[in-house]
T-cell receptor
Framework: SQTIHQWPATLVQPVGSPLSLECTVEGTSNPNLYWYRQAAGRGLQLLFYSVGIGQISSEVPQNLSASRPQDRQFILSSKKLLLSDSGFYLC???????????FGQGTRLTVV | GQQVMQIPQYQHVQEGEDFTTYCNSSTTLSNIQWYKQRPGGHPVFLIQLVKSGEVKKQKRLTFQFGEAKKNSSLHITATQTTDVGTYFCANSNSGYALNFGKGTSLLVTP
């Protein structure tokens, strides 16, 4: 069966520090991968999606970036965090041709 | 991506009462999906609707897709405390990624 791993679960980082969140999927190959952000009490905002290795589409311009170095690995990064980057970051995957999304447990990021 | 609007933003009901959340779009949707997010948890897929006028049921949950494919609803009959959470609709007109509504947060009081 397929599983998605996302870590860390919680993270407190100072303003201006770098960020690296990792997500891996097991039990499937060539998935579509997604990063969403959810501000407190708000909806889910699509940040990036990827249909293959090295292919990244950005939905919202900001100081975050994403990379897909391997088929089932998706990384969210920032060189310098802002206070406004605080939120709940969710990685998700879907099968090619199907947009039903399976979410990881999420990372709760607090920038202080 | 196509934006979907959800109402209400919040709903507080007594256990046993019914609950409905609505999802609306100004343009035709190719499909609509519904997700549930428990407090502190991650969204979990509930169902996908693709046909005009489609109605699907999952126990006490009834999902409808409008005839014009511009709106959808989720109705819960006789709510229970386990129904607490935020319900999101989402669509994928782009074919690659889902765009979510802002969600309806349901609170059920015993």
């Amino acid at each position: 069966s397929q599983t998605i791993h996302q870590w860390p679960a919680t993270l407190v980082q100072p303003v201006g520090s770098p960020l690296s969140l990792e997500c891996t999927v097991e039990g499937t190959s060539n998935p579509n991968l997604y990063w969403y952000r959810q501000a407190a009490g708000r909806g889910l905002q699509l940040l990036f999606y990827s249909v293959g290795i090295g292919q990244i589409s950005s939905e919202v311009p900001q100081n975050l970036s994403a990379s897909r170095p391997q088929d089932r690995q998706f990384i969210l990064s920032s060189k310098k965090l802002l206070l406004s980057d605080s939120g709940f970051y969710l990685c998700a995957w879907s099968v090619k041709g199907n947009t039903e999304a399976f979410f990881g447990q999420g990372t709760r990021l607090t920038v202080v | 991506g196509q934006q979907v609007m959800q109402i209400p933003q919040y709903q507080h009901v007594q256990e046993g009462e019914d609950f409905t959340t609505y999802c609306n779009s100004s343009t035709t949707l190719s499909n609509i999906q519904w997700y549930k997010q428990r407090p502190g948890g991650h969204p979990v897929f509930l169902i996908q609707l693709v046909k005009s006028g489609e109605v699907k049921k999952q126990k006490r949950l009834t999902f409808q897709f409008g005839e014009a494919k511009k709106n959808s609803s989720l109705h819960i009959t006789a709510t229970q405390t386990t129904d607490v959470g935020t319900y999101f609709c989402a669509n994928s007109n782009s074919g690659y990624a889902l765009n979510f509504g802002k969600g309806t947060s349901l609170l059920v009081t015993p």
